[in-house]
């Protein structure tokens, strides 16, 4: 590579299949020049996250080095191939330290600190993440992923759109998207927004970010959204379609209990103790020194208690360390030096020679010595005001294999959002935050073991790599659709033309017929209605309709020809040839159906535009007509009020719409049943729901699955919509004609 500090020239003689770009690489400069340059490898949890997708993908990552005005030449490390970015240091005080720390960070967690609006910032920040932007398009191959990391970066998505329009582009923000009235202050918020809709996929740590981000997108632009999904018009006149939604990140669960475990760490933890004089709590606070932490809150709570009498000294210590955190930003020192003097003062007034109020430390430390923290600490206070997650609440968690420990934790924090078993706390409440500290420190054993395991159980299931993997599955699944047929998908139509005894089995909404406000206004398009018909007048072609619709409404809205199957209620119902076959319910699952309509329709009842679709077997709460935060928020009050009352209830989340049956049974099952009745010796199966991939994990080698639209799949082929699959169908009538003699064309 050549380059130099300022160049927006970067040469890179390799092209790989997966390029993450951060601002930082996952290694860290340790010294030497040249061939003799020394790097450690970054303990971070996203490069721990990512590692092996990179390993097995022969992934590059794109990032600066951590020095400035210095170049390096691209190298591998670890099995990962590097390629610094040079950062001149006029540039780092004015993209790094200027706009994205002093500009967008305060902004985005809700203006706790006045955000500074400086225009020569503005322009460095966009000149920086061009030459970001520009070094990731010269690094991927034809049609690579490319993930892009976090606030610093936000326009480099646009911009490798507009230069590498054959990229599958993510995005994720690790830190809060604001409300709208709070980000409009940005002067350039169209840009930044603009910039972020470059990306298939923009990932969010929360819902409620998610649903701001949607919110600022229909206020500046007007654009359509429809669920998780932003329609971005191309220039083409073509719509491109953007899922901005949460992907809640974690930590490698594993790695830090196993450390946990080590009995070299559980000494340590017993030495802690030790040297803090044996108090009967130990309470702990680890975080970046930061306005948002709300370290200040803690230590004011923590000294109300002992000027009150609450605790004393040579029961009670806080632990707070605060690692240093962008010293050279005047807003940071001057933090410095209030937390400072907060803790002289308390450990002036109530330290005593044998026990500290207050042991503040202001330093980093190595893993194994906050492991070792963690299993020292009775009660670990997180009181962020606001945090996009807070992975030291899951560290913390992670550690307490002796299922002991008391974690007090923001409810705004990100994290809140899953680990329920904490106390939760406004941090803002001084009484309240001193009163749940209370709680915690006498809280007994029993109930701290029961709410330990359930925060244990939480962190494990969903960890760092559960994190990257469902990030990348909805990534790779939203990549541009060609409209039309692919060749590999006519090929596949052709060869499945000639088997003896076909079953073409179709989804109805959103494959048959265009979605649509309201259900009972869908109807199949005219010409996959012909196609239908052409298929079925084969006596070898029998064709099945699979809904999750109820048999009596998908009947009434698909008109089907004679001959039709059709499997209803995702395979509780099926009409087979000897008519239909009713769903047989036993006493106690007609008792669960009933209580069960009576649980949702009083959950439903106070929401205008929600509404109950009744099935023979359970139900569906239909949430399309309100706004996703609503339908998201009711559908969630459902299933906790329904699981909570009722057990062995099958729930099943649609496109907006969220099911429960009394009797479990899924697209897959039908489709299994339909080729038994049929005897069909292959099947093509097309669908565009989540509920569809049961169906298409059914298939063999010589079927066929065909996806309808964006998202994840199992199926091995995929278009755009219901127009396709009416020629689709067209083309599968001519090939199966010219296939079976009929048409001289295929003879």
């Known amino acids: 590579m050549t380059t130099s500090p300022g160049s927006d020239e970067l040469y890179i003689d390799a092209a790989y299949d997966m390029v993450v770009v951060s601002n930082r690489l996952p290694v860290d400069y340790q010294g030497g020049v040249g061939a003799d340059t020394i790097w450690r490898s970054s303990p971070g949890g996203l490069v721990t996250a990512l590692e092996p997708v990179m390993r097995t993908s022969g992934g590059a990552w794109v990032g600066w080095p951590g020095v400035a005005d210095r170049e390096f030449d691209p190298f591998d490390h670890d099995g990962i191939s590097i390629i610094p970015v040079p950062l001149s240091e006029q540039e780092l005080a004015d993209y790094y330290e200027g706009f994205s720390n002093d500009t967008i960070w305060p902004l985005y967690h809700d203006v706790i600190a006045p955000p500074t609006f400086h225009r020569e910032w503005w322009d460095a920040y966009v ?69 972020l809709l470059g990306a298939d996929v923009i ?26 999904v932003i329609e971005v018009p191309a220039e083409d006149g073509e719509v491109r379609r953007v899922v901005a939604r949460h992907f809640p990140i974690s930590i490698d669960a594993a790695g830090f209990e196993e450390i946990a475990r080590r009995p070299e760490v559980q000494e340590r933890a017993r030495q802690i103790r030790e040297e803090l004089g044996n108090p009967a709590t130990i309470m702990l606070g680890v975080d970046r020194l930061d306005y948002t932490k709300g370290i200040r809150h803690r230590i004011k709570a923590f000294g109300e208690l002992l000027h009150e009498g609450r605790l004393s000294v040579e029961d009670a210590t806080l632990v707070q360390v605060a690692s240093p955190s962008r010293e050279r930003v005047e807003t940071y020192r001057q933090l410095r030096d209030e937390i400072e003097l907060q803790v002289g003062r308390l450990n002036g007034d109530y330290s005593t020679l044998g026990h500290q109020a207050v042991a503040y430390l202001h330093h980093g430390y190595p893993r194994e010595e906050m492991v070792a923290l963690y299993l020292a600490a009775d009660v670990m206070l997180v009181t962020a005001l606001r945090d996009g997650m807070n992975l030291v609440a899951k560290e913390y968690v992670a550690c307490r294999f002796d299922t002991d420990g008391v974690l007090l934790l923001s409810e705004f924090t990100g994290a809140s959002d899953e680990l329920r078993q904490a106390i939760l706390v406004n941090p803002h409440d001084i009484e309240g935050l001193k009163d749940s500290i209370i709680e915690a420190t006498q809280m007994p054993a029993r109930e701290r073991a029961r709410r330990m395991r359930a925060l ?3 962190v494990r299931d969903n960890d760092v790599a559960n994190w990257s993997a469902t990030f990348l599955k909805t990534l790779t699944g939203v990549g541009k659709i060609a409209p039309g047929i692919s ?20 989804d109805f909404d959103g494959t048959l017929a265009p979605l649509v406000d309201r259900p009972e206004d869908a109807r199949a398009t005219e010409r ?13 072609t029998r064709v099945a309709i699979v809904s999750g619709r109820a048999l009596q409404s998908l009947s009434e809205v698909a008109n089907p020809s004679a001959g039709t199957l059709l499997s209803g209620s995702h395979g509780v119902e099926l009409q087979l040839d000897a008519g239909g076959v009713q769903v047989d319910l036993r006493e106690n699952e007609l008792a669960k159906l009933e209580r069960l309509g009576q649980i949702v329709e009083q959950v439903a009842a106070a929401t205008p535009g929600a509404w109950i679709e009744h099935k023979p077997a359970g139900l569906a709460l239909h949430t399309r007509q309100l706004s996703t935060a609503d339908g998201v928020a009711l559908q969630q009050d459902a299933r906790t009020h329904v699981e909570t009352e009722l057990v062995g209830i099958t729930v099943r989340t649609g496109k907006a719409v969220l099911e429960f049956a009394v009797r479990e049974s899924d697209k897959g099952e039908s489709l299994t049943r339909l080729r038994q009745h049929v005897g069909a010796t292959a ?27 964006q998202g994840k799949t199992l199926a091995a082929h995929r278009v755009r919509s219901p127009d396709d699959v009416a020629e689709l169908l067209e083309r599968l009538a001519d090939a199966r004609e010219g296939a079976r003699g009929r048409d001289p064309r295929w003879t």
Not at 203 to 228: C, E, I
Not at 683 to 709: H, M, Q
């Open 127 to 195: 000149r920086v993440n061009r030459r970001f932007a520009e070094a990731a398009a010269r690094a991927a191959a034809e049609g690579a992923v490319v993930w892009v990391q976090d606030y610093q970066l936000q326009l480099v998505p646009r911009m490798l759109r507009e230069s590498r329009p054959d990229l599958v582009i993510g995005f994720f923000n690790h830190i809060p998207f604001p409300a709208y009235g709070i980000y409009s202050q940005l002067p350039w918020r169209r840009q930044v927004v603009d910039g």
């Open 203 to 228: 990932g969010f740590q929360r819902l409620a970010d998610a649903s701001n981000f949607a919110r600022a997108v229909r206020r500046l632009f007007g654009y359509a959204t429809k669920g998780t």
């Open 456 to 458: 244990r159980k939480r």
């Open 487 to 506: 060749d590999p998908l006519q090929a596949a139509i052709v060869a499945l033309a000639s088997t003896e005894r076909l079953l073409v089995a179709l």
């Open 528 to 540: 996959a209605r012909a196609a239908i018909e052409r298929l079925a007048s084969d006596e070898e």
């Open 683 to 709: 099947v093509l199966y097309i669908g565009d729901d989540v509920t569809d991939e049961d169906a298409f994990a059914t298939l063999d080698s010589d079927d066929v699955g065909v996806k309808v639209g």
